[in-house]
């Protein structure tokens, strides 16, 4: 069965400090991809990165990275440089090829930066 | 491009009432889901669709809760009777499945429900 595991629940940063939110997945699929979404205070989920399980290679876009390790079974996302904006909580989830479409998310991780 | 269209943004009935949630999807997407987000159980995956055809309900909480997706441009989601625990946020949410690639889904912005 999926799981997703976010331990964090919640994180709090000055601005500029660097953070990582961990993600843990569970699957028994060969092909499954993982995904992070950010929901800001506004409420609507905002997708930021998707990561199919043949590929490895971590991924750089601006502030943000992600850290894939298979070895692990975790998928972190770094933010470098925080900015208040990026208060929110960031949800990782799971899509397994063999399971449909249907996505597990995990708990989320509530990121507080503070000015 | 207008995004996932969901109505009414809030609604607040009381318990027994029959309540009824909307959603657009963004046109040419072929996966519909809905979602309820509460802060005891987090986001759950109520149901999908595929092609307008439901894929997948196990979610779905009771036989109060029903969905039907008509059309690719709308579905609905309807709770009836209405309890006060049904009281959360629903997403609506689509994407577009292209051959065994899964890409991400784009969300509305949600209907908070509360049923008093």
């Known amino acids: 069965a999926q799981k997703v595991t976010q331990a964090q629940t919640e994180i709090s940063v000055v601005e500029k400090e660097d953070v990582t939110l961990d993600c843990v997945y569970e699957t028994r699929d060969t092909t499954y991809y993982l995904f992070w979404y950010k929901q800001p205070p506004s409420g609507e989920l905002v997708f930021l990165i998707r990561r199919n399980s043949f590929d490895e290679q971590n991924e750089i876009s601006g502030r943000y990275s992600w850290n894939f390790q298979k070895s692990t079974s975790s998928f972190n996302f770094t933010i470098t440089a925080s900015q208040v904006v990026d208060s929110a909580v960031y949800f990782c989830a799971l899509s397994e090829a063999g399971g449909g479409f249907k996505t597990i998310f995990g708990a989320g991780t509530r990121l507080f930066v503070k000015a | 491009d207008a995004g996932v269209i969901q109505s009414p943004r809030h609604e607040v009935t009381e318990m027994g009432q029959e309540v009824t949630l909307r959603c657009k999807p963004i046109s040419g997407h072929d996966y519909l889901f809905w979602y309820r987000q509460t802060m005891m159980r987090g986001l759950e995956l109520l149901i999908y669709?595929?092609?307008?055809?439901?894929?997948?309900d196990s979610g779905m909480p009771e036989d109060r809760f029903s969905a039907k997706m008509p059309n690719a441009s709308f579905s609905t989601l309807k709770i009836q009777p209405s309890e006060p625990r049904d009281s959360a946020v629903y997403f609506c949410?689509?994407?577009?499945?292209?051959?065994?690639?899964?890409?991400?889904?784009?969300f509305g912005p949600g209907t908070r429900l509360t049923v008093l």
């Open positions: 949410a689509s994407s577009f499945g292209l051959a065994g690639v899964y890409n991400e889904q784009f």
């Open positions: 669709f595929n092609n307008n055809v439901p894929i997948d």
